[in-house]
């Protein structure tokens, strides 16, 4: 039988009262994760190197597939390349600690390099065959490319935040909760109309979406920290990718 | 269930990390999450900010309260939200919500809330607090706002 949407509210209280307020905390790590990782050796570097691969794969592929850097090929081929020419280098990490830069910057700017390299590999390649042939080098702004780069990479975080919010909900049963969040903060419907639709009262609907949203934000921050930001620069990060977004 | 595709879905989803309406209600609402037995009482709600200009319950929730009477218990709430500990803060804002409960439901009008999306919120949050004739008549102003077509899907 399903569980009415009112006795989930009530679960959900059961079961936050249980697990106590720890979870809905922020998570007392800053670069720490990759930190931690790079002290564990060759199993942390692949640790690394499968969040990165997974993280960043999507926005630098969205990045050069709208810059004038996708006439040197397929956005995927491109990010891979550069992917297996940097992440076995040695010390390539603990350079980018030492830069103080977030990781999406210290990587686009990285991927800049790497596509001015293989752009120059390739004209030299054509001039060495067709030495008439005049070839056109693309070029990038650094600050723009950045700019640029934070808006792909938020739309991108964005998405695997919520993914990553709405699995964690359906996982503990708070599937409705999220369906709540998504009609407020995305369709824009209001606490009173869910209440209506979900029969519970408007309490608890702002209780539930409540719940959801601590989920949501939490995978943002997890996303953030392990992007570099510290806990005292996330409101501050946050404020920027919305900026980035904005058309 | 949505895959975010489109910036504006990811806008909207990144604005749900701020405070929707007065922060110190949010608190509100995760103190009712965790039931820790916190939250403002019937007492406390009638004997605090909104006894002001006289009997809480005959002027805001049985509907007897003059313009006056509203700017009185307004001027209190602020008081006591400006000055006041943790829980008092609490108490002022489930307060501020109230009486923007009986604005709507008696005098057909928003009190302190710039939008009636920011009223819904208020309203709302506030209601998961409150037991009894109080969130029968905060129940009733957000019944209002739909009614009258004031919580339109604006996000």
Known sequence: MPISPKAMHNRDLTSTTQKSSKRDSFPATQRGWLVAQLAQGSAGNARINAYIMETYTEPLGNYVAGSSFRSLGQPKD???????????????????????????????????????????????????TLSDESSFEPVADVSSAAEEFDRVWAASMVRSAASAARERCVQEGFETHWEMFEKHFVGGVSYAEIAESFEVSGGQAASMVRTASIRFRQAVVDLLLKDGATEDELDDEIARLMRALRP | MSDFTDTTSNLRLLAALGDETDPVLVQVVDRARRGDGLLPTRSALEGGPLSEPGDAMELFCMGYAEREDYMLALAACEALAATGNAAERELAATSIA????????????????????????????????????????????MRAQVARGGSRRSA
Request: aromatic fraction near 12%; glycine fraction near 6%; avoid cysteine.
């Open chain 1, 78 to 128: 491109l990010v891979s390349g550069f992917f297996a020419s940097r992440l076995a280098q040695a010390g390539y990490f603990e350079k980018w600690i030492d830069s103080g830069l977030p990781l999406r910057r210290w990587l686009i700017n990285g991927f800049l390099f790497f596509l001015q390299e293989e752009a120059r590999r390739r004209k030299s390649e054509r001039i060495d």
């Open chain 2, 98 to 141: 109230v009486l923007e409960a009986s604005s709507i439901v008696y005098r057909g009008k928003r009190l302190v809330s710039r939008t009636d999306r920011d009223a819904d919120a208020r309203l709302a949050h506030a209601l998961s607090a409150l037991r009894g004739a109080w969130a029968r008549l905060v129940a009733s102003a």
